[in-house]
């Protein structure tokens, strides 16, 4: 088994009407210590927001979604977990430049405007709405996003 990048940070980025950003330094460093420039984007399986995942994963993922299957033993629970994880997912490749493109369906999904929100969640990162981050019930989020937007405008 590869190593699985490891997502550690939280930034924000503009998001322009293709759906094109540049990724964060955060983004980008474990990125680049995985293999290929692909990346899945798909539903977070809890939160109003996106998750976006490299390659490498995909067996460890595989293997919760079984795992979940083994110790409910509800076979439409199992298929709609299944479809979560590997159905409502599209890929992207990032480039050379650390631009990436979001898939238009994953954008509507999480309700993606000018601005995306990345918090690093392990194996995966998050990529938040700001005004879903803003309503979220996470008292730490909601505090994140609001720090990232004053500083954005501090900047500007």
């Known amino acids: 088994?590869?190593?699985?990048?490891?997502?550690?940070?939280?930034?924000i980025?503009?998001?322009d009407a293709e759906g094109r950003l540049d990724l964060p330094p955060f983004v980008l460093?474990?990125?680049r210590r995985g293999e290929g420039r692909r990346l899945f984007v798909g539903a977070h399986p809890s939160d109003p927001c996106l998750a976006a995942y490299?390659?490498?994963r995909r067996e460890g993922l595989y293997r919760e979604v079984e795992r979940e299957?083994?110790?409910d033993g509800d076979d439409s629970a199992h298929a709609r977990r299944a479809r979560?994880?590997?159905?409502?997912v599209e890929e992207s490749e990032w480039g050379s430049d650390g631009r990436i493109t979001l898939p238009a369906m994953m954008r509507r999904k999480g309700a993606i405007?000018?601005?995306?929100?990345l918090v690093g969640a392990?194996?995966?990162v998050e990529i938040w709405s700001p005004e879903r981050a803003l309503a979220a019930g996470d008292p730490q989020l909601r505090e994140m996003a609001a720090w990232r937007l004053e500083e954005r405008e501090t900047r500007r």
């Not at 088994?1 to 930034?11: D, I, K, L, Q």
């Not at 979560?84 to 409502?88: C, I, L, P, T």
């Open 113 to 117: 405007g000018a601005l995306a929100l």
């Open 69 to 71: 299957r083994l110790q």
């Open 122 to 124: 392990g194996p995966e």
């Open 1 to 11: 088994m590869e190593a699985v990048p490891f997502f550690s940070g939280n930034a």
């Open 54 to 56: 490299a390659p490498e």
């Open 13 to 15: 980025a503009a998001v």
């Open 84 to 88: 979560r994880a590997f159905g409502y």
């Open 29 to 31: 460093d474990a990125l």
